[in-house]
């Protein structure tokens, strides 16, 4: 696909809805082309287990004990300042993901007004959540930083009714069709040309060129003396 024509779709994706976005789709190895790819796991696939939480443990290898609240507040600080965005997955259950950019001091409220703008059925309730375990995120003023979602995660969408086969809630189109249009498309960044140094390539220049030859002037006729000692 031509990229000036992806850069243009991308860039009115963004004038309309506020924020870059893109939208593509994830298969799974799990799953063939003749299985249904809009069934969620049960709530007990989600539980934490004991296993979980000593395997989290064991990779904790600083102990903040051990510093004072001064030096990890400013530890956080640094951290935090060099995080500049959070890009949000938001994975359907018909397996389309939107991609959203976000700054991390956002706040979730903002992804779920986003959602609002490309559902295709916004009037419906709906939640998101994160996995495993299953969570539901229900403080909408929590920001992504805070919530662990800097510089990127994938939370999950889902509508809250009963589910019913052949349902929107089930079945889809989740997100609209001009949302939808921007499936496969990507945004390919321009590489800079490097920048020259003038006073290095005169210095090559000058390095490189030959040297002058200096031409050699003959030698000046002299004028034949006798010796003393030479008697004719």
């Keep these: 696909m031509d990229s000036q024509f992806a850069k243009e779709k991308l860039a009115a994706a963004k004038q309309n809805y506020g924020r870059e976005i893109c939208v593509f ?103 998101i959540y994160t996995t495993p375990p299953k969570k539901q995120i229900k403080d909408m003023s929590q920001d992504f930083y805070s919530l662990g979602f800097a510089p990127g995660a994938i939370v999950y969408f889902s509508y809250d009714q009963p589910k019913v086969d052949g349902d929107v809630a089930t079945s889809g189109p989740f997100l609209k069709e001009d949302v939808m249009s921007l499936k496969g498309l990507e945004l390919v960044p321009e590489q800079a040309k490097p920048e020259v140094d003038q006073a290095t390539t005169t210095g090559s220049v000058a390095a490189t060129a030959p040297a002058p ?20």
């Design 25 to 127: 789709e994830t298969t799974t190895s799990s799953q063939t082309s003749n299985e249904p790819t809009n069934n969620e796991e049960p709530d007990e696939f989600f539980e934490f287990t004991a296993e979980d939480y000593y395997r989290i443990l064991s990779t904790k290898k600083e102990d903040k004990f051990l510093k004072t609240k001064k030096i990890r507040e400013a530890e956080e600080a640094a951290r935090r300042s060099r995080i500049t965005k959070a890009v949000i997955r938001v994975r359907f259950p018909d397996n389309h993901t939107l991609e959203a950019t976000f700054h991390p001091s956002e706040t979730v409220q903002s992804l779920i007004d986003l959602l609002m703008k490309v559902l295709a059925q916004p009037d419906l309730p709906f939640y």
């Design 213 to 232: 030859v200096q031409e050699r002037k003959p030698a000046a006729d002299k004028k034949m003396v006798k010796p003393k000692w030479l008697k004719m």
